[in-house]
Nanobody, 121 residues
Framework: QVQLDESGGGLMQPGGSLSLSCAASGRIAKLYSMGWYRQAPGKQRELVAT???????NYSDSVKGRFTISRYNHGNRMTLQMNSLKPEDTAVYYCNAVAREIAAQSDMDYWGKGTLVTVYA
């Protein structure tokens, strides 16, 4: 099994900053891309940002220039620095990873349980 543990959500006023972290653990043979997704109330889950094992990043247009995704600790930890927060950033943020478990035949998608970010005026 591969576990993804998120931390760092909370309350923030518009214009403020928050940082989210995700740590991958378990029987990991290879960790490929990792990313953050979010789901606002009544909406579908959407991509926020992704980062490959080589450090190539991709951002949704809605967060580009405000959010920064990073990986470190041999690629097993990921952060999302969120600046200039807006009320529309309010959502549950989920950590995602594409990984292969030790002795597994194929890669799989893994998800964390999510962490709530609330931006309020």
């Amino acid at each position: 099994q591969v576990q993804l543990d998120e931390s760092g959500g909370g309350l923030m006023q518009p214009g403020g900053s928050l940082s989210l972290s995700c740590a991958a653990s378990g029987r990991i043979a290879k960790l490929y891309s990792m990313g953050w997704y979010r789901q606002a109330p009544g909406k579908q889950r959407e991509l926020v940002a992704t980062i490959t094992s080589a450090g190539v990043t991709n951002y949704s247009d809605s967060v580009k220039g405000r959010f920064t995704i990073s990986r470190y600790n041999h690629g097993n930890r990921m952060t999302l620095q969120m600046n200039s927060l807006k009320p529309e950033d309010t959502a549950v943020y989920y950590c995602n990873a594409v990984a292969r478990e030790i002795a597994a035949q194929s890669d799989m998608d893994y998800w964390g349980k999510g962490t709530l970010v609330t931006v309020y005026a």
